[in-house]
C-alpha cells in the first residue's frame, strides 16, 4: 500500500466533520472544521481511466488529468513515479485538492497521523502520536511551511518502536525511546526559559541558568551535546511542548543558589503537563525512582536509532 492510499482509505473511514484543535491569535483553543475534498466528485474525475498514478505509479481503476489538478506553481515534477502517465489516481488527488468552498482546506496545510482514521494535528498531538503510536501501518507526518505536499513524499510504518514521520519533505527515521528522550530534553530546557532557537543552536545562555549552581552548564551540555545536529533531534524540538520551571529543575538535575539544602523535589505524585497534551507524561521524568538520573544520562548519553 502506498502512503496516499494509506491516507485516503484513513480519510473514508473518518466520521465528518473532522476537528482540527488549534489556538488564535491570542492563543485561545479553537477547533475548527477540515473539509476535505472529495476526488470522486472532482468534475473532471474520468471513473473510466485504467493506469498507472503520475504521481505514486500505482495501478489505479479511475483518475483525474494532472492538468485538471497541477497549477503553474506545482514544482513536484521530479518525484513522480511514473512521468508517463497523464492521470493521478484519487488517493494522491485527495492530499492535493484544494476545497475553495471551504478556506482552502487540504490536507497539506496540517500535520497529521493516518492509520485507520485520519488524525489531523496540532504539535501537542503529534509529539503524543510519536511518544505513543497507532497501530501500524500508519502514516506520520509534520508540516513546518504549510505549504508543501508532503502526503506523497511520506512513508507508510509498520512498527510502533522504528517507523517514520516526515518532518515538512524529509522522511525521518524514529525510534521511540530515542525520541521521548530528546522530546523531555527539550521540553525542560524550554522549561529553564531556553528558546527552540537557543536549543536548536546549543547555546546555554548565561542569564537562563545563573540562578543555578555552577554545575549546571555541564549538566545541560551534557545532555544537549549528543543530541544536536541529528534530524530526529530537529523533529523532537518542533513537536516539543514545555514543562513548568520545578518539573524542568527536577530532570535536568539543577539546584537553586539560593536553596543551598532542597527538600525532595522529585516527586512521583507530582502531576505534570506539557502543553495541550493529555498523553501521560513519560515514565522517564521524575517519577522514576529507579534511578536518579535524567533519562539522557542513565546510559551514560541519548541513546540513538541503530539502524
Ligand atoms: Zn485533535
Ligand atoms: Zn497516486
Redesign the pocket.
Known sequence: MTPTQLIYRAWQNTPRPI???TADGKGNPIDTECNFLDPLKHPKYDAEWNGNCLICGAPSHGGIPYKALLGSSYTDWSRHKCPESNHICPACAFTMMLNPASHRCCLFRYSFVAEKTL????RA?IRDYILEPPEPPFVMAATISQKKHIAFKSLVSYDRENFFCNLEEEQIQVNRQAAKDMIAVCEALRGIGMTKDEIMRGEIRYDRIKKFKLDAYDKINHLLRPCMGTRLFSLCLFVAQKMTEEEAICFLDLTLKTKPSQPERCSSTQPIKAGTSKEARPDTICGNKSSGLPAGQQSGQIMFPNF
Open positions: 476537528i482540527y484543535h488524525h489531523i494535528c496540532n498531538e
